[in-house]
């Protein structure tokens, strides 16, 4: 998974593959996830995933998968 991040959508190499995948999991895993605030996602994936990432992160991921064209 690190590998795909790195090459295909240019993250950083201090993402956490497990903390994104559980990011990408959690809009089918957590009903509503896709509309919540920022912070509350953040909550969220504490809450079911025991991962800890900011708000701010999980944007900054969103848009990296904006741009790639693979959510809308």
Same mark, same amino acid.
């Given at each position: ?5 790195l090459?295909?959508m240019n993250?950083?190499v201090?993402?956490?593959?497990? $903390?994104?995948? &559980? ?6 895993d ?7 605030p920022?912070?509350?996602?953040a909550?969220?994936?504490?809450n $079911? ?9 999980l944007?900054n991921? &969103? ?5 790639k064209?693979?959510i809308?």
């Amino acid at each position: 998974m690190k590998e795909i991040l790195l090459r295909k959508m240019n993250v950083n190499v201090q993402i956490n593959p497990f $903390h994104f995948a &559980c990011f990408i999991f959690a809009f089918q895993d957590i009903k509503g996830f896709a509309s919540m605030p920022w912070e509350e996602r953040a909550m969220e994936l504490q809450n $079911h995933y025991g991962v800890s990432v900011s708000g701010r992160t999980l944007r900054n991921w &969103c848009r990296k998968l904006l741009d790639k064209e693979l959510i809308a």
